[in-house]
């Protein structure tokens, strides 16, 4: 069974750091685009960042220079280092990738998400 595991979200205060990461398990050939989406209390869910095999990447207007995305294609495995936090960061962050899996092809697979609160 193919699972995207989520870890690293928590409570942090303004200005500070955290590292999300998202493993990716199963039956799988390859990866193909990760990313990470996050979406906050009354708000629509929204692109944060993505990352193609190629390892070239995109960022919504609002992280840039804030957020670093990468991943480690032996492992399955896909980051998201958040530095300068603000409290509109605050939100539901989910991983999710696409995944060439044995018997199915791609398809796209999405983590339970993960709570990054930020106080000010």
Known sequence: QVQLVESGGGLVQAGGS???????SGSI???????WYRQAQGK????VAG????DS???ADSVKGRFTI????????VYLQMNSLKPEDAAVYYCKADLRVLGRGLQE???QG????VSS
């Open 70 to 77: 990468s991943r480690d294609n032996a492992k399955n495995t």
């Open 51 to 54: 990352i193609a095999r190629d």
């Open 44 to 47: 629509q869910r929204e692109l």
């Open 29 to 35: 050939f390859t990866t193909n685009v990760m990313g």
């Open 18 to 24: 955290l590292r999300l990461s998202c493993a990716a």
């Open 109 to 111: 697979y999405w983590g």
């Open 114 to 117: 993960t709570q990054v609160t």
């Open 57 to 59: 990447t995109n960022y």
